[in-house]
């Protein structure tokens, strides 16, 4: 019996080590949001730690539709992407060396039916020189941007309940976008896109449309573009998929100023709720202090 009560003991001892261990965790670094999905669940690397984007190296959230769904023998989700010419796009967020600097990265990717009436990057299988994703371009080089190329497209957020009529004609944000990738013959019918998006361009689902276009007609000036031409191919990014990656795209906007600041000592203009939160972390004097 005293070997049965030693056992139990030793058993008894290890649980609620183990218990105490669990419930000691070690609290989140100051400035990070609690809220998001990926500080609530439990750590893959605890070794490596970032304040929006855990131990992860980004963050990705998907919608289809219905057609994509039965082809690829995934669930229909119910607040995902209509039938049409956009089978599949995604948000992904992603934290960067940009130069000197790191930064966060808010991309968007799809599948589109390649046969749409849309300005394609030239050649069946386009890439961005990798020098543009460096900020400052590569060693001795002056960085050419992609913007104001025909062909790029653009995203945008719109007032789901405007006010007036600036509100009605004109988006609230709106930036052009390059594409970093695109594989005209990715899959039967279907083309490949990766576009390198605006994390700060991204508005809040509860009062905007967040909202992908694709120019369809060769702008008069050879420097304009017609994204936010009439005539433009326009998919919006759902509800359902902007309510899981939009706390990301906002926490990786304000970390992103944050971060420019620390290196170089920048005036960024963060948000009222950032500098609450951050209390000083965003100082040019903290910037040899990790902000794990």
């Avoid at 998001?36 to 131990?55: M, T, W, Y």
């Avoid at 394609?120 to 913007?147: A, E, K, L, N």
Wanted: hydrophobic fraction near 35%; aromatic fraction near 10%.
């Amino acid at each position: 019996m005293p070997s049965v009560r030693l056992v139990v003991g030793f058993l008894l001892a290890l649980i609620l080590s183990g218990h105490a261990l669990f419930a000691s965790a070690e609290p989140l670094p100051p400035g990070v949001n609690p809220d998001l999905p990926v500080h609530q669940q439990k750590p893959r690397h605890p070794e490596i730690a970032d304040p929006v984007l855990g131990d992860r190296a980004a963050v990705v959230e998907w919608a289809w539709s219905p057609q994509y769904a039965r082809r690829f023998g995934v669930p229909v989700q119910p607040d995902g992407l209509k039938d049409g010419a956009l089978w599949l796009v995604g948000v992904k967020v992603q934290r960067l060396q940009a130069g000197e600097r790191q930064t966060y990265h808010c991309r968007i990717a799809g599948l589109i039916d390649n046969r749409l009436a849309i300005i394609w990057p030239p050649g069946d299988q386009y890439m961005i020189h990798p020098g543009y994703q460096w900020t400052g371009g590569m060693p001795g080089s002056v960085p050419s941007p992609d913007g104001l190329r025909v062909h790029s497209p653009a995203q945008a957020a719109w007032y789901k309940q405007p006010k007036n009529k600036l509100e009605e004609t004109r988006p609230e944000s709106s930036i052009t976008l390059s594409y970093l990738t695109a594989y005209r013959d990715f899959a039967d019918g279907l083309s490949y896109f990766e576009i390198d998006g605006a994390c700060a361009y991204f508005r809040d689902p509860l009062q905007f449309r967040n909202e992908l276009r694709f120019p369809t007609t060769l702008p008069g000036d050879p420097n304009g573009t017609t994204a936010f031409h009439k005539t433009a191919s326009t998919f919006d990014l759902p509800d359902g998929l902007m309510r899981k990656i939009y706390p990301y795209t906002r926490e990786a906007d304000a970390w992103s100023g944050c971060l420019l600041r620390r290196v170089d000592g920048k005036r960024s203009l963060l948000p009222l709720w950032a500098i609450r939160r951050f209390k000083g972390l965003c100082e040019p004097e903290s910037a040899v202090q990790s902000i794990r």
